[in-house]
Structure formats: structure tokens, C-alpha cells
């Protein structure tokens, strides 16, 4: 079973389910590119099909280690025909249909589950370009550095974010990002 951090830590504190709460937990960490590439190849031959190289790059490329989009983009590119070689044209669609469903089933409950703080801390990350510095943040919001060090720690905890080093902090899920830009600038 899988889920996110933040409702997988809910579901766990309810007493009626007490089996799941002495299952086995894992992080799933962003899975290197040369193991997703060797997956998603293996995985379509296991099935008598074929992935051309480029098709396999661009699938490859495109989760960007996130588990479930390796899921996702691998079932909807395989989907798109049942030729019995699988072209970049296949991955092109299979790619725009996972990022519809990672955009409905995982990003806009995770929003949706945020604060307005919560919310108004990822708002100041968007003009960074990859890790965003909390000295940046604490100076776009206007707040102290325990005031953000006590909304970045949620948001981690909920999976949105990790660490990126000292005082430096990185989107954990592909999407995220771009998505809040379309929603609130």
C-alpha cells in the first residue's frame, strides 16, 4: 500500500486499524534515472513489446524518479496502441494523461490538505529556480525564522518539501511547483 506521508501518518493513528499500524513503513525516495530506465525497459519487454530508445529517454526523463509517475506514465504510454513497439508518439500521450492523473489524484489533494500559511510558504518558493534559501523565505513572508522554520517542518513532514542542505529547501514532488503557478499567480 502506498500513500502520502501526511495521510498515511493520519490513517496509522486510528485505533481501529491497529494491523496496519505495526506494518512496515518506507519512504519512497526519487528513484535514479538509470534504474528507472532499466525498469520501465524491462517491464515492457516482459510483456513481448518493445520501447524505441527514444521513447524510453523521453518515459525515462519525464518521471523524474517520482515513483508513482514511473507507474503512471508507463501504464498510459503502453496503453496508446497495441503496436508492438512503443514510440515517442505513445510516451508524448501516455505523458500528458499521467500528468492529468498526478495532477488529480495526488497534487490537488495535497493542496488541498495545506493551510493558507502553509500555502502563502510554497508562494514564496516560485521565483526560485530549483532549491529555494529559507533566509529568501522568511524575507518574502515577512515573518520570523521560527514562524517559517514551524511551516517548513510541516511541510516536509507532509512530503511537499526536503531539505536541500543548510537552510535550503527543495519541491519532493514533481508538478507541485508549476501547479501552485497556474492556481495562484
Same mark, same amino acid.
Given at each position: 500500500m ?8 493520519q490513517?496509522?493513528?486510528n485505533?481501529?486499524?491497529?494491523y ?5 513503513r ?7 534515472y538509470p ?20 521513447a ?7 518521471t523524474?524518479?517520482?515513483p508513482? @509517475?514511473?507507474?503512471? %506514465?508507463?501504464?498510459? &504510454?503502453f #496503453? ?5 513497439? +512503443? ?14 492523473d @498526478?495532477?488529480?489524484? %495526488?497534487l490537488?489533494? &495535497?493542496? #488541498? ?5 502553509? +500555502? ?7 521565483e ?5 534559501r529559507?533566509a ?7 515573518v ?8 517548513k ?10 531539505e ?15 501547479l501552485?503557478i497556474?492556481?495562484?499567480?
Amino acid at each position: 500500500m502506498a500513500g502520502l506521508p501526511h495521510s498515511v501518518m493520519q490513517m496509522f493513528q486510528n485505533a481501529s486499524i491497529s494491523y496496519l499500524r505495526r506494518a512496515f513503513r518506507r519512504a519512497l525516495d526519487p528513484i535514479s534515472y538509470p534504474e528507472v530506465r532499466a525498469t520501465i525497459k524491462k517491464t515492457v519487454e516482459l510483456t513481448g513489446r518493445e520501447i524505441n530508445a527514444g521513447a524510453l529517454e523521453l518515459a525515462a526523463d519525464s518521471t523524474k524518479g517520482f515513483p508513482f @509517475m514511473i507507474q503512471l %506514465i508507463g501504464y498510459h &504510454s503502453f #496503453n496508446q496502441s497495441n503496436r508492438k513497439i +512503443i514510440t515517442e508518439k505513445d510516451v508524448i500521450s501516455g505523458i500528458t494523461d499521467a500528468e492529468q492523473d @498526478m495532477e488529480n489524484m %495526488i497534487l490537488d489533494a &495535497s493542496i #488541498n490538505d495545506l493551510s493558507d500559511t502553509d +500555502i502563502r510558504f510554497l508562494l514564496a518558493t516560485l521565483e526560485d529556480k530549483g532549491e529555494s534559501r529559507m533566509a529568501d523565505i522568511v524575507s518574502r513572508m515577512g515573518v520570523s525564522r521560527s514562524q517559517a522554520s514551524h511551516y517548513k517542518r510541516r511541510l516536509i513532514n507532509q512530503g511537499i518539501l526536503s531539505e536541500a542542505g543548510r537552510g535550503k529547501i527543495i519541491y519532493n514532488m514533481p508538478m507541485l511547483k508549476e501547479l501552485l503557478i497556474k492556481k495562484y499567480t
